[in-house]
């Protein structure tokens, strides 16, 4: 019966398709193996296999068109397997559960996989160079785009955060790892004997506000600094 209904049915529904009380009907489904029961619903368990891999085989295309990514979005997945919400969750769970994929952070990936830079690390290293050289003052991801002679850097910048070269302080703009921790110890030093102020901390380090308050932002986030009124103090630890 479950054979002519891919989308499976509710345990509700069961005992009415089955012409049985609903105990028995239960226990009957519970006692064949080839139907399991997920949220409530009994479904073929052939059904969440077939849809486990087309996720496996959506995942592996992703990996060889998009190798600097770290896997393809959950919701991109969830949407190209065409299954119903809880049938995708029951197969990605499977394949989680059998150390076939890794899911995390709003990513799937095979498990084992590794990102790896479009033109290899010989590119990628090209890149963090340019944002080193601009110190505290990097280009816009457009920008560098436009420099570097690369489109689509957003990937590969990921990949560098992930190797802790570059971080973005900025939806739009990335900084060098040696840039930041720089500013830090900017902070730091000037927080160990004063408040921070903008104005000074813009002429220790002769950088514009262009650049000068999103970092004094994200040092707040990070935890380094905190803001008191119209200053900036370290944070306590």
Same mark, same amino acid.
């Given at each position: 019966?479950?054979g002519?209904r891919?989308?499976g049915?509710?345990?509700?529904?069961l005992?009415?398709l089955?012409?049985?009380p609903?105990?028995?009907?239960l226990?009957?489904?519970?006692?064949?193996t080839?139907?399991?029961?997920?949220?409530?619903?009994? @479904?073929?368990?052939?059904?969440?296999?077939?849809?486990?891999?087309?996720a496996?085989?959506?995942?592996r295309?992703h990996?060889?068109?998009?190798?600097s990514?770290?896997?393809?979005?959950?919701?991109?997945l969830?949407?190209e397997?065409?299954?119903?919400?809880?049938?995708?969750?029951?197969a990605?769970?499977?394949?989680?559960?059998?150390?076939?994929?890794?899911?995390?952070?709003?990513?799937?990936?095979?498990?084992?996989f590794?990102?790896?830079?479009?033109?290899g690390?010989?590119?990628?290293?090209?890149? @963090?160079?340019?944002?080193r050289?601009?110190n505290?003052?990097?280009?816009?991801v457009q920008?560098?785009?436009?420099?570097?002679?690369?489109?689509?850097l957003g990937?590969?910048?990921?990949?560098?955060?992930d190797r802790?070269? @570059?971080q973005?302080?900025?939806?739009?703009r990335?900084?060098?790892?040696?840039?930041?921790?720089?500013?830090?110890?900017?902070?730091?030093?000037?927080?160990?004997i004063?408040?921070?102020?903008?104005?000074?901390?813009r002429?220790?380090?002769?950088?514009?506000?262009?650049y000068?308050i999103?970092?004094?932002?994200w040092?707040d986030?990070?935890?380094?600094t905190v803001?008191v009124g119209d200053v900036?103090?370290?944070?306590?630890?």
């Amino acid at each position: 019966a479950l054979g002519r209904r891919p989308a499976g049915v509710s345990s509700a529904e069961l005992p009415l398709l089955l012409g049985l009380p609903a105990s028995l009907a239960l226990g009957a489904a519970r006692g064949e193996t080839l139907v399991r029961e997920v949220n409530d619903r009994w @479904v073929l368990a052939g059904e969440i296999d077939r849809i486990a891999g087309r996720a496996l085989d959506r995942i592996r295309v992703h990996h060889r068109t998009h190798i600097s990514d770290r896997g393809i979005p959950l919701e991109t997945l969830r949407h190209e397997l065409r299954a119903p919400q809880w049938q995708a969750e029951a197969a990605l769970g499977d394949l989680a559960s059998a150390r076939r994929v890794r899911i995390a952070d709003g990513v799937a990936a095979l498990a084992g996989f590794t990102p790896r830079a479009e033109g290899g690390d010989a590119e990628l290293d090209r890149v @963090v160079d340019v944002l080193r050289e601009a110190n505290l003052c990097p280009p816009t991801v457009q920008e560098l785009e436009r420099q570097t002679g690369r489109a689509g850097l957003g990937a590969l910048l990921r990949l560098a955060a992930d190797r802790g070269q @570059v971080q973005a302080v900025e939806r739009d703009r990335w900084y060098a790892r040696e840039a930041l921790d720089r500013f830090s110890a900017a902070l730091t030093e000037m927080g160990q004997i004063q408040a921070i102020v903008p104005a000074a901390v813009r002429d220790k380090l002769g950088i514009s506000r262009k650049y000068l308050i999103p970092l004094l932002e994200w040092a707040d986030s990070q935890g380094i600094t905190v803001r008191v009124g119209d200053v900036r103090r370290l944070r306590q630890t």
